[in-house]
């Protein structure tokens, strides 16, 4: 079996499911202070939770989303130099900037996404740049290139060097994350540096609730786009799994409907969000604010929101309109509802207790998810189809790396595309990987040294 709970900042929900996906137990508690007590108090309500026979737990929450405090960073850009405009955390809020800190510097180096090298790497900059960072206290670094995602050379190297001049340091490298977007990939890997105390609080505390309760099955957290990733894979790369409780209700009440294409409205404490469900997958969207309001590079769910401050007497209205927005981008989806206020959403043949537990049961129900983004350049059509085969291969021993049974894991989606304001040859390759939980803790292909 699997168990899957939501933590959220009203009410915890656990859902017990069976090998066919049917719901074998649930438990509704309201939250607690602490994301631990939320899930003793959960799983002391679920029948069955201490039977020995919970294969692995999936555990979504915006209980905890954000820190007390950001971690700071050393964040080192390898690139030409630009604007002070331009520069690291240029765009940043002034709150995530002050935390993350004012360490950060430029060293010539990177390349064009064409591949060609804009200057050799500065390796003596990069060691001084270390040293200044450790003398300041701070051993988490976020290394950005331009043109990492053709060339990751730069930050590889780099990597290398920090790791020789700081040992114990933590390395974030943009390519392992982001897209072609410099500034964006950056602030990502900064996000992900900054985080990382946090996520390993998280995970431990969410870990010792279960081991607690009797609970052996590893822990695999919900990524924010759907899909899950290893305890230890989430302390590497926090910022995949940030914002996910909205992706696991909404294809959560797809799968709880067994409807491959559904419009689903979540309703939260704070604001009710709509999104949809085309082929059991859910409706992403490209770069904008992340946590703490900055801009990041990473896919996150398209979803149309309409605050609880806002509605007017009962909200039936604004609440058909959220819906109708959403149905003019899919139209023939079901309707749904998702969370514990689902009476707001006008559906009648649902099943209200299910729709309360739709992200305990999608983060159940879901599998290891990981994706390759790159940028190549090929000679031709052969050259091509070896550099999609390399991708590929990346995608598999990534989905491996975030805690995938190795005779599950497969590539679910593979596509190139030519890169249209670059010259002929350039390609964008995206590579999805899935697979089912392990059942034992994942590795993690991180850095830590």
């Given at each position: 079996?699997?168990?899957?709970?939501?933590?959220?900042?009203?009410?915890?929900?656990?859902?017990?499911?069976?090998?066919?996906?049917?719901?074998?137990?649930?438990?509704?508690?309201?939250?607690?202070?602490?994301?631990?007590?939320?899930?003793?108090?959960?799983?002391?309500?679920?029948?069955?939770?201490?039977?020995?026979?919970?294969?692995?737990?999936?555990?979504?929450?915006?209980?905890?989303?954000?820190?007390?405090?950001?971690?700071?960073?050393?964040?080192?850009?390898?690139?030409?130099?630009?604007?002070?405009?331009?520069?690291?955390?240029?765009?940043?809020?002034?709150?995530?900037?002050?935390?993350?800190?004012?360490?950060?510097?430029?060293?010539?180096?990177?390349?064009?996404?064409?591949?060609?090298?804009?200057?050799?790497?500065?390796?003596?900059?990069?060691?001084?740049?270390?040293?200044?960072?450790?003398?300041?206290?701070?051993?988490?670094?976020?290394?950005?290139?331009?043109?990492?995602?053709?060339?990751?050379?730069?930050?590889?190297?780099?990597?290398?060097?920090?790791?020789?001049?700081?040992?114990?340091?933590?390395?974030?490298?943009?390519?392992e994350l982001g897209r072609s977007g410099l500034r964006e990939r950056e602030?990502?890997?900064?996000?992900?540096?900054?985080?990382?105390?946090?996520?390993?609080?998280?995970?431990?505390?969410?870990?010792?609730?279960?081991?607690?309760?009797?609970?052996?099955?590893?822990?695999?957290?919900?990524?924010?786009?759907?899909?899950?990733?290893s305890a230890a894979y989430f302390r590497t790369y926090p910022v995949l799994?940030?914002?996910?409780?909205?992706?696991?209700?909404?294809?959560?009440?797809?799968?709880?409907?067994?409807?491959?294409?559904?419009?689903?409205?979540?309703?939260?404490?704070?604001?009710?969000?709509?999104?949809?469900?085309?082929?059991?997958?859910?409706?992403?969207?490209?770069?904008?604010?992340?946590?703490?309001?900055?801009?990041?590079?990473?896919?996150?769910?398209?979803?149309?929101?309409?605050?609880?401050?806002?509605?007017?007497?009962?909200?039936?209205?604004?609440?058909?309109?959220?819906?109708?927005?959403?149905?003019?981008?899919?139209?023939?989806?079901?309707?749904?509802?998702?969370?514990?206020?689902?009476?707001?959403?006008?559906?009648?043949?649902?099943?209200?207790?299910?729709?309360?537990?739709?992200?305990?049961?999608?983060?159940?129900?879901?599998?290891?998810?990981?994706?390759?983004?790159?940028?190549?350049?090929?000679?031709?059509?052969?050259?091509?189809?070896?550099?999609?085969?390399?991708?590929?291969?990346?995608?598999?021993?990534?989905?491996?790396?975030?805690?995938?049974?190795?005779?599950?894991?497969?590539?679910?989606?593979?596509?190139?595309?030519?890169?249209?304001?670059?010259?002929?040859?350039?390609?964008?390759?995206?590579?999805?990987?899935?697979?089912?939980?392990?059942?034992?803790?994942?590795?993690?292909?991180?850095?830590?040294?």
């Open positions: 079996m699997r168990l899957g709970v939501d933590v959220g900042r009203v009410t915890t929900v656990a859902v017990l499911v069976g090998p066919d996906g049917q719901t074998m137990a649930r438990a509704v508690v309201d939250s607690v202070p602490g994301l631990g007590e939320s899930l003793l108090a959960v799983l002391a309500e679920l029948p069955g939770a201490q039977t020995g026979e919970v294969d692995t737990v999936g555990l979504t929450t915006d209980l905890e989303r954000r820190p007390a405090r950001l971690r700071p960073v050393a964040a080192l850009r390898i690139a030409p130099p630009s604007h002070p405009s331009l520069g690291p955390l240029a765009d940043w809020p002034a709150r995530a900037a002050r935390e993350v800190g004012p360490l950060h510097t430029v060293v010539p180096g990177g390349a064009a996404l064409t591949g060609r090298q804009l200057a050799p790497l500065d390796r003596a900059a990069v060691a001084d740049f270390a040293r200044r960072a450790a003398d300041d206290g701070v051993t988490d670094f976020s290394v950005a290139a331009a043109g990492a995602l053709t060339r990751p050379d730069p930050e590889l190297a780099a990597a290398e060097v920090i790791a020789e001049t700081v040992p114990g340091a933590e390395i974030t490298l943009s390519h602030n990502t890997a900064v996000l992900n540096a900054a985080l990382r105390p946090w996520a390993a609080r998280l995970s431990d505390t969410a870990e010792r609730a279960l081991r607690v309760d009797g609970l052996q099955a590893p822990l695999y957290l919900a990524r924010n786009t759907g899909g899950l990733i799994a940030i914002a996910s409780t909205t992706a696991s209700a909404v294809r959560g009440a797809a799968l709880a409907a067994g409807a491959d294409r559904a419009v689903v409205v979540d309703a939260g404490a704070a604001e009710l969000r709509c999104a949809s469900v085309t082929d059991g997958e859910v409706e992403s969207s490209d770069v904008g604010p992340g946590l703490g309001g900055v801009d990041l590079d990473l896919d996150r769910i398209r979803t149309d929101v309409l605050p609880r401050a806002d509605l007017v007497g009962t909200g039936a209205e604004q609440v058909a309109d959220l819906v109708e927005r959403v149905r003019r981008r899919i139209p023939g989806g079901v309707l749904l509802a998702a969370g514990g206020d689902c009476g707001l959403v006008p559906v009648r043949a649902q099943d209200p207790e299910a729709a309360i537990a739709a992200a305990g049961y999608g983060a159940a129900r879901s599998d290891i998810v990981a994706e390759v983004d790159q940028v190549v350049v090929a000679g031709g059509r052969g050259d091509l189809d070896r550099l999609l085969g390399l991708a590929r291969d990346q995608a598999l021993a990534r989905v491996l790396a975030a805690g995938a049974a190795p005779a599950t894991a497969r590539v679910a989606f593979a596509a190139h595309t030519p890169v249209s304001y670059l010259p002929e040859g350039v390609h964008r390759l995206r590579v999805r990987a899935v697979g089912s939980p392990s059942g034992i803790p994942g590795m993690t292909s991180g850095r830590r040294t």
